[in-house]
Structures are given as structure tokens and as C-alpha cells.
């Protein structure tokens, strides 16, 4: 989880040939765990592309107990995106008609 750059990464690094190298992959480098707030623990840390570029810094926040995030912020030169998660569940089942197209 710590190393998807998302959509919006996609789109601010890589070139179209990039995208097609599947050499080329986010990493996470230099991680630093930070205080705790409130909210919960974080950790800090610099996503770069395989070739060794910094591509962002991270921020997560995240539950001790769970280890679940609840908030990311991703920094770059020309770029902040906020996420917050409020819920979500990991390997849950998904029932096949929820994949099937609408009549039309």
C-alpha cells in the first residue's frame, strides 16, 4: 500500500514509455516513523521510481492496533493530494453480478 503512487502518479512521472517498461516501479525509500498525535502513529517517507528519482513524499497516518492507514498526503514540486480513508476492507468477497453490465 505504502508504495502505489495512484492514477495521479502515473500521470506526473512517467512518460508513455515508461508506462509500458515494466522495469519501471515505485519504491519506498527512507522511511521515518514520526510521533504519535491523536489521530494515530505516522511514517514518513520518499517514493522514487525505480531508477532511483524521487518521485514524492509520503506521509501516512495509521491505527497502532489495526495497522489500518486512515489518511495519506502526497507532496510534490507541482502537486498535494490529500486522501482519507474512513473505511475499507482488505481481501473482501465481491459477488460476481456486481461485475455484470446493465442491460441496455
Known amino acids: 500500500m505504502l508504495a502505489r503512487g495512484g492514477v495521479p502518479h502515473t500521470w506526473g512521472v ?7 517498461d515494466v522495469g519501471i516501479q515505485f519504491r519506498v525509500a527512507e522511511a521515518k516513523f514520526g510521533s504519535s498525535d491523536n489521530s494515530g502513529k505516522l511514517v514518513s517517507y ?3 521510481v525505480k531508477r532511483g528519482e524521487v518521485f514524492s513524499h ?21 502537486l498535494l493530494i490529500e486522501e482519507s480513508y474512513e473505511k475499507y476492507v482488505l ?14
Do not use: G
Request: overall charge negative.
Open 91 to 104: 481481501d473482501q468477497a465481491i459477488p460476481d453480478d456486481q461485475f455484470n453490465l446493465p442491460d441496455q
Open 46 to 48: 520518499k517514493l522514487t
Open 58 to 78: 509520503q506521509t501516512v497516518w495509521y491505527d497502532p492496533e489495526t495497522f489500518k492507514l486512515f489518511k495519506r498526503v502526497h507532496k510534490t514540486d507541482e
Open 14 to 20: 512517467l512518460s508513455t514509455k515508461d508506462v509500458a
